[in-house]
Each structure stands twice: as structure tokens, then as C-alpha cells.
């Protein structure tokens, strides 16, 4: 058997998130039967760096597969695309040791959050970004967002808390930039949360609001209550940029 790696990406409106459901149609679900009709396998399992939720995006997803395929890693990427719909393709197959796990040798993913803010909603982007009706403070969401930087238990941003064995997490990098009417927050750990970017984005579109003071956040965090952060923002917002291995 074969451990084959994927790049994969995905426009996530459409799906009911990356993991199998009975009755659903998810990204899991369709990668694997588009492989195993190419393989000639009956059973085909690929196994992500980590699962998004329904109407959440994917610019580059990972995940690996094994499988007795003699077929070369293009010859794959080419007939796999060729059997997926439009809205998922895969970017890239390599072949990688047999102890590679695309989940549990993750060191870090970086998500981006998207924001159109306004008067008007730009219908090209309303699948792909929160459309908020005011003008937001950027400047003041950058700088309440520092504080989140670093080593913390960040269960205020979970949502359905505990559902891990713990919330304390190391975020490595987080920025909040605009161009032109659009809004983007990036966020880099070491792992993340349910729901904890989208929990982080609707605090900061509080402050940019004018709703909270900038040193809010701060006081959010420490009192790691998730009733006292802000509400969660809609998945169309959130894309996983990349997924980071050693």
C-alpha cells in the first residue's frame, strides 16, 4: 500500500463540511468515491489535517489516503479531477512515508477570515464573505486583537466547551488588514477550537463596530466564559489557507 498526500481545495457552500454524514453531501464523501473510481477500490478512506464545517472553504486543505495504486501521482491528480465536481478539485498528489497521518502531524494551519463591510452587498462575494452594514474601525480591531497572540486557554471561543481534552491553544500570528471594502483576519496556531476563528471574528467585528472598547477583549479572554465573547460569525467568511508540517 501507498501513502499518498493531498492538496486539496474546496468551495465549502454547497457541502455539509469535510466528514461523511448519512444523507448529506460532504467533501469527504465525494473525494473519496471520485478515488475509489479510479483505484477500483471498494474501500477508499482519506483522512484530513482537520474537519471544516458545513459552508466553511478550503484554499489547502491536506489530507492522505493509502491505496495499491501503481498509478503516478499525476496520473492520479488528473483523473481525480476529472471524476470530482466543480466546486472541490485536488491541487497536488505526492507520494509520502508510510507514518505520515495528515491529521496528527499537523504543527499548524493558518485560516483566513473574510469581511465586506458597507452599504452594499457585493453579490459576487456573498458566498465567500460577511457581509457587515457599517463602516468597521480596522485599526482598532488590529490592536484588540494583540492581545490574543501567544499561549492561552481559549475555551471563550469555543463553542459547546469542553469537546477537547484542553482549549489552551498558541496562536503565532494574527492580523486584520483592508483593500478597499474588504476586511481580512488572519489567524496561525498551533490548532484551533470549534468554531474559535469564527468566535475571534465576531468579537473583533464588535470592537470594530464601536460595541466594545478595545481593552474588551482582553477581559473576554481572561474570564474564559464563551457567553461574554462575541456572537459566531457565518461559515461563508472562513477559508483554511494552508496546513503546516515539518
Not at 489547502?60 to 492520479?76: D, F, P
Not at 452594514?133 to 485599526?139: F, G, H, I, P, Y
Not at 473576554?220 to 494552508?242: Q, Y
Request: proline share 4%; with cysteine.
Amino acid at each position: 500500500m501507498r501513502n499518498l498526500k493531498l492538496t486539496i481545495r474546496y468551495d465549502g457552500t454547497d457541502f455539509f463540511g469535510w466528514q461523511t454524514q448519512p444523507g448529506k453531501r460532504t467533501v469527504q464523501e465525494t473525494l473519496e468515491a471520485a478515488i475509489a473510481e479510479i483505484t477500483r477500490e471498494e474501500r477508499v478512506r482519506v483522512n484530513c489535517s482537520g474537519r471544516t464545517d458545513s459552508g466553511v472553504h478550503a484554499v489547502g486543505q491536506v489530507a492522505n489516503v493509502y491505496s495499491a495504486t501503481r498509478l503516478s501521482g499525476e496520473t492520479l491528480l488528473k483523473a481525480i479531477n476529472a471524476k470530482l465536481p466543480p466546486d472541490v478539485c485536488v491541487r497536488e498528489v505526492v507520494e509520502v512515508p508510510q507514518s505520515f497521518c495528515a491529521n496528527k502531524d499537523a504543527l499548524g494551519k493558518m485560516y483566513r477570515y473574510v469581511i465586506q463591510d458597507g452599504r452594499i452587498q457585493d453579490p459576487f462575494m456573498r458566498k465567500f464573505a460577511w457581509f457587515v452594514r457599517q463602516n468597521l474601525d480596522v485599526e482598532a480591531m488590529s490592536r484588540a486583537s494583540r492581545c490574543l497572540v501567544g499561549r492561552h486557554d481559549f475555551r471563550c471561543f469555543e463553542t459547546e466547551w469542553p469537546n477537547r481534552l484542553t482549549s489552551v491553544r498558541t496562536i503565532t500570528h494574527l492580523s486584520v488588514n483592508r483593500f478597499g471594502e474588504f476586511i481580512w483576519i488572519d489567524v496561525e496556531a498551533d490548532g484551533f477550537l470549534y468554531n474559535m476563528v469564527r468566535a475571534i471574528a465576531g468579537s473583533l467585528v464588535q470592537v470594530g463596530r464601536g460595541f466594545w472598547p478595545e481593552t474588551q477583549l482582553a477581559e473576554v479572554l481572561e474570564s474564559m466564559d464563551r457567553k461574554l465573547a462575541g456572537p459566531t460569525a457565518p461559515p461563508e467568511g472562513l477559508f483554511l489557507m494552508r496546513v503546516t508540517y515539518s
